[in-house]
């Protein structure tokens, strides 16, 4: 039996145009005088998100760290939203490395969605003894709370209350591809005001590796010379660029996962499960014993991971069409005993 495997989208393998383009790229020392492959993924990275230049990192992780420890000073505090990747999932570097006090802040605009009075409630005095606050930090989508999508115009909202404030913002969109696609809003229109914007290639587009981090002139200078610091640097990256730019290509497609995740949540809601309708790729079922669910999932042949109280299934290229429709017939013989 055939695992379908739904734990994540960077489960992805490289297609073959993918590999063609990686054994034909034209490549150069990156850390000398630049990768000309790497360098025209930044540019065209760059002009998509509306933002100066950007740079190649090889994760999101790293990304976002060089980010909050381009905008965060020792001791400083910084915004995010409750459950963000940033909080929850990059072990502790944000406060390790970057050395900020973060906040979480809880999702009264929806899931995954602060709101702009909560940016405008941020503590931070003026006596030098207090804690400032100097940076927010956005997701879209946002992972936890099942794939959810910042519009344009709550995105704008947001930045402009950060502003208002003082306050950088960083934007993590390892998925903002995805959000354009669900919501019709451009790319550079959900990143509008950011100061940093991270995006990830690996995550729904296929590629192997690598992210980007986005910005003006003066900041990506700074990254880059951070990326090397935390032994970022590459080579020959002209090799798994070349990858990431026809991974750009799969963006209109996105959709096609997302309808994939759209059927498995109908499949399920008609098993008797209660599952939250996905906006995008990231599907979240509560189910009442999450570790006992999965271990039965697996012996079905169904992949997934817990979040909380829940399961989570996330779509991707690699499924084949039917395979939601597949996972809703193995699973039917558990449903039962699942939702006991």
Known sequence: MKPLDFRSDTVTKPTQEMRVAMAAAEVGDDVL???????????????MLGLGTALWVPTGCMSNLIALTLHIKRGDR???????HVLDSELGTAAWLANGMPEALSWEGGPGRPT???????????????LRTTLLCLENTHNFAGGTCLRAAEHAALVEAAKSKGMKVHLDGARLWHASVATGDSLSDLAKGADTVSVCLSKGLGAPMGSLLAGDAGTIT???RLRKMLGGGIRQGGVVAAAGLVALDYIPRLKEDHAK???LAEGLISLGFRPVMPETNILLVPVPRPNHALSRMESAGVLCLPVGDALRFITHRDLAEGDAEEAIERIKPLADELLA
């Not at 910084?78 to 963000?84: G, H, I, R």
């Not at 909560?118 to 030098?128: D, E, F, M, P």
């Open 222 to 224: 700074e990254a880059r």
């Open 261 to 263: 995740a759209a059927r």
């Open 116 to 130: 702009p009075m909560q940016v405008l409630r941020s503590k931070g005095g003026a006596a030098y003894y207090s």
């Open 78 to 84: 910084f915004l995010a939203p409750m459950k963000a």
């Open 33 to 47: 005088e630049r990768d000309p492959t790497m360098e025209r993924l930044e540019r065209r990275v760059a002009e």
